[in-house]
């Protein structure tokens, strides 16, 4: 549903493309504020059943192997209490992975100057949960971007040295991977090193790999970047950026010359990005892609779906209401039970955790509404139905 400018760490919105005006520090504070004040209050959407948000802030998750997942940038960039209360009840939840992003500008805010530790807190959190982190390397400083240098607002233009970034990479799997500096440093942590990698985030629409995509760039990034990972983590996993069958892009068309520039060979799951008005089309698009993997090749290669979601809130084209939100949670991981063998399905990561509005345009916007709490923090009914599905998919 949503990619993230990460140069100035702003949300942009899909088939608006809009960016947000709004400082995404104020955003996380305002979220955190209404969780704190809505904690000991809040309710299942039509009821008065107290709800306490923070009741399970200790939880871990269980299940050595999860399958379901959650992304929410919101939730990573939040202060420490109201990560640990939403990472908690994740945890309580079943949801036992968190794909997270580590921005490249976030890590060398100068030029030559490395901040490796940027994200240690969030991980140790992650850590202390017991859940997994699928880790999006993306971004670019803009000295170390194509983005011209005058004229141009922040953006998503993409890197412009493959190996720069694939030196990022690097940075990053020494600190986090297996046998990392920042496990090394923290030997009391429960260890639970990143081992899995995404490379970029949605590189075929033009948001997110600005000025408009290349496919052929993106297989130089990622060729570079997975030579980097698998050079200091053999048994790494490197995950294509999870491309959205969504929009006016032909994304058969982009994943088609994905292979045909020969990426096969660099990376070991492909993602796609589920997002569609009915739960039937989501499954058809899996099986889209289970069938380019098989053409070109992969057929013993794993899919995830690194983001899905349906929204609950407000109408509009892609929205729909608490109860249909629940159904489609059910009836789309009622799919996954019934053929992830068949599709090679691992991994499917819901977007995302609660309802904000982080830009301009109308409150009913669809990618408003995908959370499965409110923007007052009530629970919807999807969040039981996520749950109900993880603890039949978790093992």
């Known amino acids: 549903m949503c990619h993230y400018a990460f140069h100035d760490m702003r949300m942009a919105s899909k088939g608006l493309g809009a960016r947000s005006g709004l400082d995404r520090g104020s955003v996380v504070l305002a979220l955190a504020a209404v969780l704190v004040a809505t904690s000991g209050s809040s309710a299942v959407a039509g009821r008065s059943t107290p709800f306490n948000y923070c009741a399970d802030q200790n939880a871990v998750f269980r299940h050595p192997r999860p399958f379901v997942g959650i992304s929410d940038l919101a939730v990573q960039e939040g202060s420490e209490g109201y990560r640990n209360c939403s990472l908690g009840r994740m945890a309580a939840t079943g949801l036992g992975y968190f794909r997270g992003f580590l921005a490249w500008q976030s890590v060398e805010p100068e030029p030559s100057h490395y901040n490796v530790s940027v994200y240690d807190a969030f991980v140790a959190d992650l850590a202390r949960h017991h859940m997994k982190l699928l880790a999006v390397l993306a971004g670019a400083p803009k000295w170390r971007s194509t983005a011209p240098s005058r004229g141009a607002l922040a953006g998503q233009y993409p890197p412009a040295s493959p190996a720069q970034f ?149 109408p509009d084209g892609f929205i729909t209401n608490f109860k249909r939100q629940r159904a489609s949670v059910t009836a789309f991981f009622r799919f996954a039970r019934r053929n992830r063998g068949r599709l090679l399905l691992r991994e499917a990561f819901w977007f995302g955790w609660q309802d904000h509005q982080f830009g301009p345009g109308a409150a009913s916007w669809w990618g408003y509404h995908l959370g499965l709490f409110t923007i007052a923090g009530r629970p919807k009914p999807a969040l039981a139905a996520m749950s109900a599905a993880a603890r039949q998919l978790d093992r």
């Open 166 to 314: 694939a030196y990022f990479a690097s940075l990053m799997v020494m600190r986090y991977g297996p046998g990392g500096a920042f496990w090394r440093a923290n030997p009391t942590l429960p260890y639970y090193p990143v081992r899995a990698w995404q490379v970029w985030n949605e590189p075929d629409l033009p948001e997110s790999w600005e000025p408009h995509p290349n496919m052929s760039a993106y297989d130089r990034l990622l060729r570079a970047a997975s030579t980097a990972i698998k050079g200091i983590d053999s048994h790494a996993i490197v995950v294509t950026a999870g491309m959205p069958f969504f929009g006016n892009s032909d994304e058969t068309h982009f994943i088609s010359n994905m292979y045909r520039y020969g990426a096969r060979g660099f990376f070991d799951v492909l993602a796609i990005h589920a997002y569609s008005a009915t739960v039937a089309q989501a499954e058809q698009r899996l099986w889209t892609a289970r069938r380019l993997m098989d053409q070109f090749g992969d057929r013993s290669k794993p899919l995830w779906v690194t983001e899905f979601g349906w929204a609950g809130g407000d």
